[in-house]
């Protein structure tokens, strides 16, 4: 809840697209073999989006802000790394605070991501990798494959959107139909026909294609870019998706006294005894001694 709070409060009052970004399934091995190779797909889309947008008037340099995520799951829970893209129907640039985009050029974003993501691959994985790409530009001639039709992605969609991608599990628990205490049912929606699929595994198989998910330590699978990356000069100008008075609150709410307070009904620090409110002058940790906490205590008291 608080990092969704926090990502809230950069958004851009205006329209949200969301994009995807994915790739062929023959290049999904390298990800998978090279978890750091994952990075090209967050600079691909950087690259791509941010250029589509500097197309529109090179002098102003328009800049949109967007959020990436990275899923690396499909509905099959097989491997399968893909971007999700929140970009703004619009862009801040060096003179006009803001120009709305409601057109976004598909064919580019299609061609460009091929080219982008496949160039970054082969200064990556070397010579090895020609025959690989080569294929890429044979098989997918118009691209790789990147949803980018418009949707009503209000703010609050949006900020609804950031929510689901950012906290959804590689499964949610209401697609698993069975445990036998040896093997695992489960269903899913194919994309190509909308049909409903379901497989049983080994317990073991599907603890695989769960865990296989699980990110490598201080990898970012959320990204801020453009805008939202950091200050621009139309900063000022720009209305952001929640006022300051709101941030104001809602700031105050994720404070850990108010949280319990929201969610339990009752004040933590509050002492029904003596009918004050208590202060926090030290926190426990279990390799401190709580004797020295308790001298600590006593000697600020």
Known sequence: MERTTNMSFKLI???HRHCVFTIDDSLRPFFLKDRSLLNCLFSSVNSVVSRMFYKENKSESFTPGFICVL???GRDLKWNPHIHALISEGAAGNITPWRPVKHFDYTFLRNAFRKVLLDLLSKKLGPSFKK???????KHADGFYVRAKPNSCTPDITIKYISRYLGRPVIATSRIDNYDGEKVTFHYTRHEDDRTIEECVPALDFI????VHIPEKHFKMLRYYGIYAKHHKQESKLRRCISSEKKAFLQRTLDWRNSIILSFGYDPLYCPKCKTSMLVLEVYYKKTALFEQYRKAMRSG
Do not use: A, D, P
């Open 13 to 15: 009052n205006v329209q």
């Open 71 to 73: 899923h690396t799951f």
């Open 132 to 138: 690989t790409k080569n294929e890429m530009y044979s």
């Open 208 to 211: 695989k294609r769960l865990i």
